[in-house]
T-cell receptor, first 112, second 115 residues
Framework: KQEVTQIPAALSVPEGENLVLNCSFTDSAIYNLQWFRQDPGKGLTSLLLIQSSQREQTSGRLNASLDKSSGRSTLYIAASQPGDSATYLC???????????FGPGTRLSVLP | DAGITQSPRHKVTETGTPVTLRCHQT?????MYWYRQDPGHGLRLIHY???????DKGEVSDGYSVSRSKTEDFLLTLESATSSQTSVYFC??????????????FGQGTRLTVV
């Protein structure tokens, strides 16, 4: 059974810092890994998707990497801003069409 | 943004009553999912669908049923609501991307309170 963990559970940083969020999964036979952002009381917003054949994806100040063999992904946020404050979740998908397993999330606070 | 809407957004119901939540998509994606999100448990899969009239159970399916009579609609029914089903319910869709892979999109959630 696939299990996904995220470290740290919570993180508080001053504005402007670069930071790294970690995601680990136990079964390396994944199809996709997707990072989401969730604001309080809101739904999940897709940030980045990495296919199993890819090593990284970038979108603006966000960069996500994937090391499938070691069961790890990192989300790098450059020059953090207060608007980045949210919970970040990673999810892995097995074969296409099967459900995705979520990590518990990292709650990020960026202080002005 | 992906076209996915949930209704209602908020609902309060009494213990023992049936409740139906609706998820509607305009993306024509084959796969649809219902999750619940609770503090300390994260997101847990209730049921999912891989096509019209094709559904399967997730890890927390007891007390829930689903139906999918059209590609665009996926209904979640609480047969007899209990207080333990007080939660935030999310619908998700998943489909192929033009650049490869499959990507998931979520609705805004339904906050259900069972009193």
């Amino acid at each position: 059974k696939q299990e996904v963990t995220q470290i740290p559970a919570a993180l508080s940083v001053p504005e402007g810092e670069n930071l790294v969020l970690n995601c680990s999964f136990t079964d390396s036979a994944i199809y996709n890994l997707q990072w989401f952002r969730q604001d309080p009381g809101k739904g999940l917003t897709s940030l980045l998707l990495i296919q199993s054949s890819q090593r990284e994806q970038t979108s603006g100040r966000l960069n996500a990497s994937l090391d499938k063999s070691s069961g790890r992904s990192t989300l790098y946020i450059a020059a953090s801003q207060p608007g980045d404050s949210a919970t970040y979740l990673c999810a892995v998908t097995g074969n296409y069409g099967q459900n995705f397993v979520f990590g518990p999330g990292t709650r990020l606070s960026v202080l002005p | 943004d992906a076209g996915i809407t949930q209704s209602p957004r908020h609902k309060v119901t009494e213990t023992g009553t049936p409740v139906t939540l609706r998820c509607h998509q305009t993306e024509n994606h084959r796969y649809m999912y219902w999750y619940r999100q609770d503090p300390g448990h994260g997101l847990r899969l209730i049921h999912y669908s891989y096509g019209v009239k094709d559904t399967d159970k997730g890890e927390v399916s007891d007390g829930y049923s689903v139906s999918r009579s059209k590609t665009e609609d996926f209904l979640l029914t609480l047969e007899s609501a209990t207080s333990s089903q007080t939660s935030v319910y999310f619908c998700a869709i998943m489909g192929p991307r033009d650049t490869g892979g499959t990507e998931a999109f979520f609705g805004q959630g339904t906050r259900l309170t069972v009193v």
